[in-house]
């Protein structure tokens, strides 16, 4: 069975941090680009960050130069380093698979996983 299992999440001051963690399995987590997504109340899901296996990511504008993707195949886990929060940042945030890794940002997802909130409060 396919799992992601994304945690980490929390409530945090703003310009404070927080590390996400999404935990793979039931797939060959090597072979796959990963992506951090997140929604917020009554808006679309948003790319946030990329990454191709090749090491090769992504960042929405918002995020750029405060959050940093990461993975470790040894442990079949991603991360998401967030810095310097901002109440703009609160929403549900959902790691997943994506085919493609453009400039304009992370498609095709294979696999998501369930979300954790973030919550930054001002």
């Known amino acids: 069975e396919v799992q992601l299992q994304a945690s980490g999440g929390g409530l945090v001051e703003s310009g404070g941090s927080l590390r996400l963690s999404c935990a793979a399995s039931?797939?060959?987590?090597?072979?796959?680009?990963i992506g951090w997504f997140r929604q917020a109340p009554g808006k679309e899901r948003e790319t946030v960050s990329c990454?191709?296996?090749?090491?090769?990511?992504y960042y929405a504008d918002s995020v750029k130069g405060r959050f940093t993707i990461s993975k470790d195949n040894a442990k079949n886990t991603m991360y998401l380093q967030m810095n310097s929060l901002k109440p703009g940042d609160t929403a549900v945030y959902y790691c997943?698979?994506?085919?493609?890794?453009?400039?304009?940002?992370?498609?095709?997802?294979?696999?998501w996983g369930k979300g954790t909130q973030v919550t930054v409060s001002s």
């Open positions: 997943a698979t994506p085919n493609v890794v453009a400039v304009t940002g992370c498609y095709g997802i294979d696999y």
């Open positions: 039931g797939f060959s987590f090597n072979d796959h680009a």
């Open positions: 990454r191709t296996r090749g090491g090769t990511t």
